[in-house]
Structure formats: C-alpha cells, structure tokens
C-alpha cells in the first residue's frame, strides 16, 4: 500500500504508486537546455576598457602608516589617541555616552523594581 500526503484534508490518504512516488510540490525534470538571451550583450575585459580618470587627491596611507606604526613607548600614545585632538574629542565623547548610557539604564533598572504606589 502507498501512501501520499492530501492537500485538501492535511492527512495521509492512500494512493497509487505512481502519485506517491511524485509529490505535489515538484516538478517533473525541465530540460537541462540554457534559455535564450533576452539581452545578448557581449562582455568585456578590464584591459579593454577605457582608462578612467585617475583620483588626484594625495594617497595619505603611507603618512597614517608611519603614524601608527611608530613605537608606543616613544611617545606614550595608544593607537587611538595618536592623531590629537580629534581622536581625544571622539573617545572622549564615546565615554562620556558610555557613561551615560550605564546611568541610565541603572536608573530605569531602579524605577521598573520599584512598585508603583496604589491610591
């Protein structure tokens, strides 16, 4: 006896070997053949393409590298402090929401504990 899965009730219900053996989710095999370009384009090689216009702004990596390789000890600076005043301000500010941040949360932790009074 074979058994297929009905649609219509959500049981099993018995079936013939052929309707067990292809259930009604899949579909029969499609051809293995590759469907027809709609937009035929040919592609083409990065070397053929024209050159674009070059970025002329000045490459600062080399400069930053030298910055943040230099040896810790020699001026005392963690990574994230060595380009000044902007990096002071940002991990400054990033503290002071971190802070903050904590307080409030521990507030908000105090007042949910807290019963509210009936009247």
């Given amino acids: 006896m074979y058994y297929r899965f009905s649609g219509v009730t959500q049981r099993l ?3 013939a070997a052929s309707a067990a053996y292809s259930p009604q989710g899949l579909k029969p095999l499609v051809s293995t053949e590759s469907p027809a370009l709609i937009f035929g384009t040919t592609t083409k090689l990065a070397s053929d393409l024209p050159a674009t216009d070059s970025f002329l702004g000045k490459n600062k990596v080399p400069d930053l590298q030298k910055i943040f390789q230099s040896d810790l000890k020699a001026d005392g600076l963690p990574v994230h402090l060595k380009r000044g ?11 002071a929401l971190t802070i903050g941040g904590t307080i409030y949360c521990l507030v908000a932790l105090y007042m949910a504990s807290q019963p509210r009074n009936q009247k």
């Fill in 13 to 15: 219900v018995g079936a």
């Fill in 85 to 95: 005043v902007p990096d002071r301000l940002l991990y400054r500010t990033t503290m």
